[in-house]
Structure formats: C-alpha cells, structure tokens
C-alpha cells in the first residue's frame, strides 16, 4: 500500500493489526507513526493502553509480551516500537504474526534502512493480509519540487512554483527538514494564502535572487552580468552555496537537456516529455529554451565539465584552487 492509502484507511479508523513502517526516509514512517499515536485512542484511553519501546531498549519477546496483553477500559490497546532496526531478535515476531492479539495495533518503525527481504521475518510481514508492509523510500532530487507544491495543498495553502524549485535546490531531500521551513512559513500567512519568492527569502535566509535555480536560469539566457553576479555571491557565501550542489544541480539539468535534445522528435507533447524527464510541466520552458541555446553537442561537452570539476572540487588535479574560482572557471566555460 502507498503512504496516501494507509493514512486514508488510519483516518476512517480502517485499522491492522501489525503495522511495520521500514526504509530510507524516515518523513513518510514518521507522519504514519504520529497518525496512529494520535488517532487510535483517545487521551484518557492512552494512559493505560499506548505503549512506547525503543529497540536499543527491549528484545522481540518483551514487545510480544506487551502486545499480547488485553487493553483496560478501552476497544484497543497501541503498541509503538520506535528504533525498531535496532531489536536483535527480530525472527522472535514470526509466532505473534501467526497468533497476533486482535485487539492490539502493534507499531514497529524500521527506520533508515531497507530490511533484508530473503529473511523469513520480513518476507512474512511483507506477504500476510493482516500486516500493513511499508517501505518508505527517498525522493529523488527532481521529484521534490513536487512533493513541495503537494506538501502545501494538503495543508490547504498554495505556493509558487518558482518558490518550491527555490526551496527544492536550497533545502535538498531531507524532507523533514523541508517540511519543517515549510510549516514555519504558513505560519505567516492568511488561511489558504501562497508562499511566493520574497518570503523564502525574507524568512529563510534563502536568497531569491542568488541561489543555483536563478544561476541556471541566467546560464539557460546566457545572461552573464547575472550569472557572474551570482557566483560573486556563491563565493562570498560559501557555506550557503555549497560547490558540490551547485555542480549537481548544474549536471541534472544538462543531463536532462541531453535527454531532451535525443526525444523532442519522438515526444512532441510537452506534457509527455515532462514526465520522461521526471520534472514539473513548469520547467520545460527551461529545457525548450536551453535547447535553442545548447545544442545536444554542447550538452556533452558541460558533462564532461561538470564531472572534471565535481573531481576538482574533491581535491583531483586541484592546486589549492577555491572553490569560488573553480566555480567562475566553470560557468566561464559553460557559457562560451
């Protein structure tokens, strides 16, 4: 089941009884852990039927003996095991799968971690009607963007699409950490109001002005009073603008115009190229521009740039250059 079904069925109390939350990144186990925390039982309930474990803390016996017991005045009884990666004996499970309490919804947060799916354990969790099987895994770089825009709408706010790309390439995948500038941010605003460009910058210390998605957009115009501008502020703010991510944003979007260059014939429609490119269908202006700009040979050559600097940048074939220099040589060169 997806993340959007299983807090639909938690929110019209559509309850299993063994929920194992597993994988990469830990926004998605936490947002269904918090639901089931707070949802199942009321607060007067919860003082004597919610459990939380820690798995540095408890074996796999202690958290079946715990979820075998009876809930006091109360339908149901909740079981939360934080840190579940952490419990030796797992395979100790494998019985309560079999001979779960019915009246117990067991919680085990597996974070940070795919499990090993040859196991007898996880494959059971993963193969039995009763068990809810969630692998929670990263977004990739050019999907965030989206999760943004998405993130807001459920919070019923809207925001910019140039604001989400800004938030998207300064804050990278820690959705966490992105959900939380976020949450701060709607906080300023009316009820259902737009966060736009001036208050990422205002309030986040994010410049709208000098950021790697308005250095792209000035290579992409081959604007380069602005481009220069902008690497001047990189250089002087380099803990801000780190060269690692200005290259990995710089390489995704060449890449992609490679990509684009090689199907524009077969996929005419804008919409189409889009979801090949795995990018929002605002940004293929970008792409329909820069293509006009750099043709499929000149997306090969910035490649291979962008990956001799990355190298550079990590101290090979570098003579003590700073990272500000490399980065003026680099969109030098991009842009001639």
């Known amino acids: 089941m997806t993340f959007e079904e299983i807090r639909k069925d938690i929110k019209a109390r559509k309850y299993k009884p063994i929920y194992f939350l597993c994988g990469e990144e830990p926004f998605f186990i936490d947002r269904l852990t918090a639901l089931l925390e707070n949802t199942v039982l009321t607060e007067d309930e919860k003082a004597f039927n919610q459990t939380v474990l820690y798995g540095n803390d408890v074996?796999?016996?202690?958290?079946?003996?715990t979820a075998r017991r009876f809930p006091m005045m109360s339908e149901r009884q909740v079981v939360i095991v934080r840190e579940a990666q952490n419990i030796r004996d797992f395979d100790n499970l494998l019985p309560y799968i079999d001979h779960y309490q019915n009246s117990t919804i067991l919680v085990l947060a597996y974070k940070n971690k795919k499990?090993?799916?040859r196991k007898g354990v996880f494959k059971k969790l993963g193969n039995t009607p009763h068990c809810i099987y969630f692998e929670s895994a990263k977004l990739y770089d050019n999907k965030i963007p989206e999760w943004i825009i998405g993130y807001c709408k459920e919070k019923s706010y809207g925001i910019t699409t140039k604001a989400a790309g800004i938030l998207a390439e300064s804050l990278g995948t820690d959705l966490s950490r992105v959900a939380n500038e976020i949450d701060k941010l709607v906080l300023l605003l009316p009820q259902g109001g737009e966060i736009q460009e001036s208050l990422v910058e205002e309030h986040t210390g994010i410049?709208?002005?000098?950021?790697?998605?308005?250095l792209l957009s000035a290579i992409i115009r081959k604007d380069f009073l602005k481009a220069n501008q902008i690497v001047n502020y990189f250089e002087a703010n380099p803990k801000n603008n780190p060269l690692v991510l200005t290259i990995t944003t710089l390489f995704r979007y060449f890449l992609?115009?490679?990509?684009y260059h090689y199907q524009k014939k077969t996929t005419p429609n804008t919409q189409e190229m889009a979801r090949l490119l795995g990018v929002h269908p605002f940004f293929m202006k970008d792409y329909i521009d820069g293509g006009k700009i750099y043709n499929a040979m000149k997306c090969a050559t910035t490649i291979s740039l962008l990956r001799e600097y990355d190298m550079k940048s990590k101290g090979v074939g570098n003579a003590n250059i700073s990272d500000g220099e490399l980065l003026k040589e680099l969109i030098f060169k991009i842009m001639h």
Request: glycine fraction near 0%; charge should be negative.
């Open 59 to 65: 074996s796999m016996s202690t958290i079946t003996d």
């Open 115 to 117: 499990p090993d799916k």
């Open 207 to 214: 410049s709208k002005d000098f950021n790697s998605f308005e």
């Open 256 to 259: 992609n115009l490679l990509t």
